[in-house]
């Protein structure tokens, strides 16, 4: 009798979960009004600022969900949203992003409070920007391929350099940024979209003036290393190198002086990792032969 009762249960959970897959969700039409009216939309694009930098992803309906009150009912469901009522969704999000400004009150949500007019819309310019491309990989990721991850990386990293931000001269939030682990995340774990943003951002960090990743004290462990070799030239990792192994010598000292043997197997670990970074090219020819 109880595996009678245990038949009908999995069954009926069957035919519910087919149900439920065939389901065709319309955008009711007061979500669509309270796009078409939103004026003031500093919370959404710093939510979706927030998202886009943190190792989360791209995924922004939430936001969505919470600044126009939809529910939770449909916004679980974007993939069986009818495709009309999906596109006027994403064309009002755009016309909203669009509208959007910055007022006074709200500044020093996104930069400082003494930033003039023109450095006020310049931030705006970027937030617009990555609002722009993140909604666009939410909605039509395929269509939206590498370039729309691109620009909101290129955005976050020229807001972040912007002297007027929270994060100016911050080279953490650079390095927070850039990271594999980040990339890869971002990129929704598409191996393609990861590699296209690597390559960006090799070509940037080649092209300034920075050198903090060549720093050992940029990095919380030396661990963490791996996550920017991908970056790096060979001269440039030699160089992080050098740093790393004249501090495990300096502690080396240390520890001589006052023996202890968990500190020397952590020094005898860390100089076996460091003795082994590769810059990519170099692990590419390894690999190929």
Same mark, same amino acid.
């Given at each position: 009798?109880?595996?009678?009762?245990?038949? +009908?249960?999995?069954?009926?959970?069957?035919?519910? $979960?087919?149900?439920?897959?065939?389901?065709?969700?319309?955008?009711?039409?007061?979500?669509?009004?309270?796009?078409?009216?939103? $004026?003031?939309?500093?919370?959404?694009?710093?939510?979706?600022?927030?998202? &886009?930098?943190?190792? =989360? =992803? !791209?995924? !922004? !309906?939430?936001?969505?969900?919470? +600044?126009?009150?939809?529910?939770?009912?449909?916004?679980?469901?974007?993939?069986?949203?009818?495709?009309?009522?999906?596109?006027?969704?994403?064309?009002?999000?755009?016309?909203?992003?669009?509208?959007?400004?910055?007022?006074?009150?709200?500044?020093?949500?996104?930069?400082?409070?003494?930033?003039? $007019?023109?450095?006020?819309? +310049?931030?705006?310019?970027?937030?617009?920007?990555?609002?722009?491309?993140? &909604?666009? /990989?939410?909605?039509?990721?395929?269509?939206?391929?590498? #370039?729309?991850? !691109?620009?909101?990386?290129?955005?976050?990293?020229?807001? /972040?350099?912007?002297?007027?931000?929270?994060?100016?001269?911050?080279?953490?939030?650079?390095? %927070?940024?850039?990271?594999?682990?980040?990339?890869?995340?971002?990129?929704? %774990?598409?191996?393609?979209?990861?590699?296209?943003?690597?390559?960006? &951002?090799?070509?940037?960090?080649?092209?300034?003036?920075?050198?903090?990743?060549?720093?050992?004290?940029?990095?919380?462990?030396?661990?963490?290393?791996? #996550?920017?070799?991908?970056?790096?030239?060979?001269?440039?990792? #030699?160089?992080?190198?050098?740093?790393?192994?004249?501090?495990?010598?300096?502690?080396?000292?240390?520890?001589?002086?006052?023996?202890?043997?968990?500190?020397?197997?952590?020094? $005898?670990?860390?100089?076996?990792?460091?003795?082994?970074?590769?810059?990519?090219?170099?692990?590419?020819?390894?690999?190929?032969?």
């Amino acid at each position: 009798m109880q595996h009678t009762l245990l038949s +009908e249960l999995t069954q009926l959970i069957a035919v519910l $979960k087919r149900n439920e897959a065939e389901i065709i969700y319309t955008i009711p039409s007061e979500i669509m009004g309270a796009v078409k009216k939103a $004026k003031h939309l500093e919370r959404f694009l710093h939510e979706i600022f927030l998202t &886009v930098s943190g190792s =989360g =992803g !791209i995924n !922004i !309906i939430s936001i969505i969900r919470r +600044e126009f009150g939809m529910r939770s009912e449909i916004a679980n469901h974007i993939n069986q949203w009818a495709p009309y009522s999906r596109d006027q969704l994403e064309d009002d999000l755009h016309d909203a992003i669009d509208r959007a400004e910055i007022r006074p009150g709200k500044q020093s949500l996104f930069i400082e409070d003494n930033a003039d $007019k023109k450095e006020v819309a +310049e931030a705006l310019s970027l937030l617009k920007g990555i609002a722009h491309a993140a &909604v666009r /990989c939410q909605f039509n990721p395929k269509r939206a391929g590498e #370039e729309a991850y !691109i620009e909101i990386l290129d955005h976050l990293i020229r807001f /972040c350099g912007l002297p007027y931000t929270h994060s100016a001269g911050n080279m953490i939030s650079f390095r %927070n940024l850039i990271s594999s682990n980040r990339l890869y995340s971002m990129s929704g %774990n598409n191996e393609l979209i990861t590699t296209a943003l690597k390559a960006y &951002v090799k070509e940037w960090y080649q092209r300034s003036s920075f050198t903090f990743l060549e720093d050992r004290e940029w990095y919380y462990t030396y661990e963490s290393v791996l #996550e920017y070799t991908y970056i790096l030239t060979r001269e440039q990792l #030699e160089r992080l190198q050098i740093d790393f192994i004249q501090y495990i010598r300096n502690e080396f000292i240390l520890v001589k002086g006052k023996p202890e043997l968990h500190k020397a197997e952590h020094l $005898k670990t860390m100089l076996e990792n460091v003795l082994n970074w590769m810059a990519p090219s170099e692990a590419a020819a390894i690999h190929s032969n």
